[in-house]
């Protein structure tokens, strides 16, 4: 039976939506920018409080709305880094979306909606609700692409758009494999007690599904030229916000589905691959870009990799997917603070090249340190927090005896020390003088220096979220 | 015993290059750096000399809890043994010697000493980290500070220079995380403790692989470590990024990485390799000393030879680097079951850390300082310069006889144990090294004969340098030198202040 007290374990969705709404509304009556975006604010911060409360006086593991979703600390986590982290965009993108974005309360309000739907995927428990929620999270994302005023913008989105939905397909079709042979459609009651190879297949599909969402090779093919052409908010929402939904939910899935003691063999070496072909295809691309987007672009599948070695240590141990959730929150974090600062030098420079870059340390060493600790997190140098997340992530592989994996992630880590070191010597060494032609807003500075912050505090103690995520993980 | 005295340490120069942060003006930099140097180096001196020899084992522990996850746990965990507590002093003397050598620097100052203190913080954290991940950490990251300080105050290929340390040693270090996961992953392991400490109850790695099955067979974590290592060390055929990363890194960043950063692999073979893998299921690292003492022999002897031909003063140092690791190889591969000879060895090994340590480091200085008043490091354009600088050719002198192994200075007395200890254990492949010795003689030899003597070979319409107004360094320059040198003379005449240390140390690594 459903009743309405369930709606309490969905306030912070509701919050948003409401938030969501009154922002559209807002805009008939009032032409002060600043309104807006302060609504948004108030509403996400409302949000994340009662998240936060809810974590803190968390009791036991709700099933409501007919088991579709499912109230756990894993959500309440999750749930608390996603709106935390979009309502650091949304503060240090201010100055952006005002000026540069002609239908901003339209903005604001599809990336709330956005938000709402990656809140559910990670709640989700049912194939079917998996799949509105995905799309609630997608589609709007589809627009604001294109919101976009570069030249490239609208290809961006329409590659999106046509990948989203062919992605969704190929999900779809996993799920209708898993459901012809268990004949259920939630993840409760789905345990894979023999090795069917069709709902192997319909695992292979579902997973390809997802894959697409998370940029994972050798389905990243829209990274690229998505972040090269969406607005640079959307940018930091893809690779912070979606990551930590996609991850979150690849978590539950693997976690619930696997929870019986036959070996997947097959499926492990499958995606054993699909996890080596991402780390090398993002290291090797990024190589050889010289636009600063595309190269994050290609660094985050490469990312993707990394992250997906925890996933498929989760096949064999449950508590291996707290490596991967440290993984995609100190990796959000991290990239919180390499977009926000480059997003203020991109401000300054009127340029994405690499070359931009140069001497920029002599005129503005403030952001030029955060956004090196940025970069040093992503190459994982220890006392950063993607140090932690790297020996985390590799550790549970090893544990699991995909030490082939492991080694392949570390040399593959090293290779990408080539390209990340190589923006160090733009910044830092290059005798050439820096090309200032526009000024930026300190926002963008001040919520990429709190990051930073929190990157160096998790990477020298990571105890201070890792035994939570533990207990996170083994509420599931 | 003094509580965090060893943290205190580590952690004073790190803390000293933040307040860096806030100052403006040049000399107070300068001055506050080097003041800070000259703290940790009477820290270092203070662990070293309290230290209690009669007690031995882990002293001044400080264990906090640090990464308690599922997946993996650690702990903050330092303190010194016999072993470590010279290298940290090794390491507080070079380090103090680095920031007087860099007063003249001119070029963004600040950021200068703020990564060498940085450096400081982490090399001494290599040395007295008894986990093995916070070894780890202190191991890797040195290689921002070193990149940052090869790259914006080298010469020559700096940056080529810089990026091939960095890769070279991220290489290695890849190889050795993949190694300390697969400690962890083993069922029997519960901490990453490198030793144990009855005092405060852990059971170290050693113990407990001790006969157990591991998740990957034994043999293949030594060779990952051993790979870390000998990257660092370096050992033919890994030595490939020394000479760039010398000859292009400003004088203090040479005396630092020859002086110390090397040593972090030395040390990393005695504590690891030699203390984990000795009764280890199906393979000792007693299986493996054929392979160790030749590539130690290759490694003397390629060095050797290929350090003849060099004509630029630092590449030729460099080179003659890897030939004197080669013997830290050399004297490390003579350990046995049996403990009398290898005694000997070990310590002559270990005696061979310091020595070099302290002789290139003397070597280096001295080198920057001609470098500095002449613009060249070319023998063919140098030569006389005992007439116009002799307190620089003194030392320099000095540091050569010393690296030959000239008896009264530090180097024979580690060389000559390393001789006595192999030369039962491994008779052919001491002799072969022992040609080593010889070849030193020639290459330093003909070096300081070339450049400090005879005539100067500078032609007339070569504009490097005016020949006849060089001058002298002045008494500040030479300050740093002279400190050096002390424990150059100071062991050639004593060794047993270090071989009390060391031969505790290795005792206890040696079970």
Redesign the interface.
């Known amino acids: 039976m459903m009743e309405y007290s369930e709606l309490i374990y969905i306030l912070s969705p509701i919050i948003l939506v409401f938030t969501s709404l009154f922002v559209l509304m807002i805009d008939f009556f009032t032409s002060r920018k600043s309104i807006i975006l302060f609504s948004a604010l108030t509403g996400l911060v409302i949000s994340a409080m009662v998240s936060i409360l809810q974590f803190i006086s968390f009791e036991a593991n709700q099933s409501i709305f007919f088991d579709t979703l499912v109230f756990d600390k894993f959500y309440l986590f999750s749930a608390i880094s996603l709106i935390l982290i979009t309502s650091a965009i949304l503060l240090a993108f201010y100055d952006y979306i005002v000026n540069q974005i002609s239908f901003r309360s339209e903005f604001i309000s599809l990336l709330l909606l956005s938000l709402v739907g990656s809140l559910f995927v990670i709640m989700a428990t049912d194939f079917i609700t998996i799949y509105l929620s995905l799309e609630l999270s997608s589609l709007p994302i589809i627009a604001l692409i294109a919101f976009g005023r570069g030249k490239f913008s609208l290809e961006a989105a329409f590659k999106y758009l046509i990948l989203a939905s062919f992605s969704t397909g190929i999900f779809l079709t996993g799920v209708v494999y898993i459901y012809g042979v268990t004949g259920s459609l939630s993840l409760n009651n789905i345990i894979l007690s023999e090795i069917n190879p069709a709902i192997i297949l319909g695992l292979v599909f579902l997973f390809i599904g997802l894959a697409f969402k998370l940029s994972i090779a050798p389905w990243h093919m829209w990274t690229p030229d998505t972040y090269q052409g969406s607005p640079m908010p959307i940018v930091t929402y893809l690779s912070t916000g979606s990551k930590v939904a996609g991850f979150a939910l690849s978590i539950r899935i693997f976690s619930e589905i696997f929870s019986s003691n036959i070996s997947f063999t097959n499926l492990i070496i499958f995606l054993s691959i699909i996890s080596f072909a991402s780390m090398t295809v993002g290291n090797l691309g990024a190589i050889l870009q010289k636009d600063l987007k595309r190269l994050f672009a290609y660094s985050t599948v490469a990312h993707a990799g990394y992250m997906l070695v925890g996933i498929i240590a989760l096949i064999s141990t449950k508590s291996s997917g707290s490596t991967t959730l440290f993984y995609v929150v100190g990796y959000a974090v991290t990239n919180l603070s390499v977009f926000l600062s480059l997003q203020h030098i991109i401000n300054l420079s009127k340029s994405t090249s690499i070359e931009s870059l140069n001497g920029l340390f002599k005129s503005h060493p403030l952001v030029s340190i955060i956004f090196a600790f940025g970069i040093l997190s992503l190459l994982g140098i220890p006392a950063t927090v993607g140090f932690m997340g790297k020996v985390l992530v590799f550790s549970a592989a090893v544990n699991n005896g995909l030490i082939i994996l492991a080694i392949a992630g570390v040399i593959n880590s090293f290779i990408s020390a080539y390209y990340y070191l190589g923006l160090l010597r733009n910044i830092f060494v290059s005798s050439e003088k820096f090309v200032q032609k526009g000024n930026s807003n300190n926002t963008y500075t001040l919520v990429a220096f709190i990051s930073t912050i929190l990157v160096l505090v998790l990477g020298v103690y990571p105890d201070l979220i890792l035994s939570s995520i533990d207990n996170v993980i083994a509420g599931l | 015993m003094i509580n965090y005295l060893v943290t205190i340490t580590i952690f004073f120069p790190a803390l000293t290059a933040i307040f860096l942060l806030l100052l403006k003006d040049k000399n107070k930099i300068v001055f506050t750096s080097i003041f800070s140097s000259v703290i940790t180096f009477v820290f270092s001196l203070f662990l070293f000399l309290t230290y209690d020899k009669n007690l031995g084992g882990i002293q001044y522990i400080d264990h906090f ?8 746990k650690s702990s903050y965990l330092v303190g010194i043994d016999g072993f470590s507590a010279p290298l940290v002093l090794l390491t507080g003397l070079l380090s103090l010697v680095a920031c007087m050598a860099s007063w003249r620097i001119e070029k963004r100052v600040k950021e200068y000493f703020i990564w060498i203190l940085l450096l400081e913080t982490s090399v001494l954290g290599v040395f007295t980290s008894l986990d093995l ?1 916070l070894f ?3 191991f ?2 040195e ?2 500070p070193m ?2 300080l090869i ?2 105050w080298g010469s020559g290929r700096k ?1 080529y220079s810089a ?1 091939k340390f ?2 070279f040693t ?2 290695g ?3 050795m ?2 190694a300390i ?2 400690l ?2 083993s069922a029997s392991v519960t901490n990453l403790s490198m030793v144990s400490i009855p005092e405060i109850g852990i059971l170290g790695i050693p113990e407990l692989i001790a006969g157990q099955k591991l ?2 067979p034994a043999s293949i974590i030594f060779i990952f470590f051993f790979i870390a290592f000998a990257v660092k060390l370096p050992l033919w055929p890994l030595h490939n990024w020394l000479p760039d990363a010398h000859t292009d890194a400003p004088t203090a960043v040479s005396i630092m990485l020859a002086g110390v950063l090397l040593k972090m692999a030395g040390y990393g073979l005695f504590r690891i390799n030699l203390g984990f893998f000795q009764e280890t299921l199906g393979f000792q690292i007693f299986d493996y000393t054929n392979l160790l003492v030749l590539l130690g022999t290759i490694s003397i002897i390629y060095g050797a030879i290929v350090t003849l031909r060099q004509t630029d003063l630092k590449r030729l140092i460099a080179y003659s680097s890897i030939s004197h690791m080669g013997y830290v190889l050399l004297g490390f591969s003579a350990m046995t079951n049996d403990q009398n000879y290898s005694y000997y060895s070990l310590n002559g090994s270990a005696m061979q850390m310091f020595t070099h340590g302290t002789i290139t480091g003397l070597s280096f200085l001295t080198v920057g300082l001609i470098y500095d008043r002449t613009h060249t490091r070319d023998i063919n354009k140098l030569g006389a310069l005992t007439r116009k600088m002799p307190m620089v050719a003194l030392f320099f002198m000095i540091s050569g006889l010393a690296s030959l192994g000239l008896p009264g200075f530090s180097g024979f007395v580690s060389e000559i144990m390393i001789f006595l200890g192999t030369y039962k254990i491994f008779p052919v492949y001491t002799i072969i090294s022992a040609f080593g010795v010889v070849l030193a003689a020639a290459y330093i030899l003909w070096m300081t004969q070339r450049a400090l003597f005879g005539e100067n070979k500078l032609k007339s319409d070569d504009k490097t340098y005016d020949f006849n107004s060089l001058k002298d360094a002045s008494m500040f320059d030479l300050l740093p030198a002279f400190i050096i040198t002390i424990p150059i003379i100071l062991i050639g005449i004593w060794p047993n202040i270090f071989i009390d240390f060391f031969d505790l140390g290795i005792k206890e690594i040696i079970r």
């Open positions: 809890k640090w990464i308690d996850s599922i997946n993996i991940l780890f950490v202190f890797e990251f290689l921002i990149y940052m790259s914006i940056e990026t960095v890769i991220l290489a270090g890849a190889f995380l993949i996961l697969a962890f992953s998740v990957i």
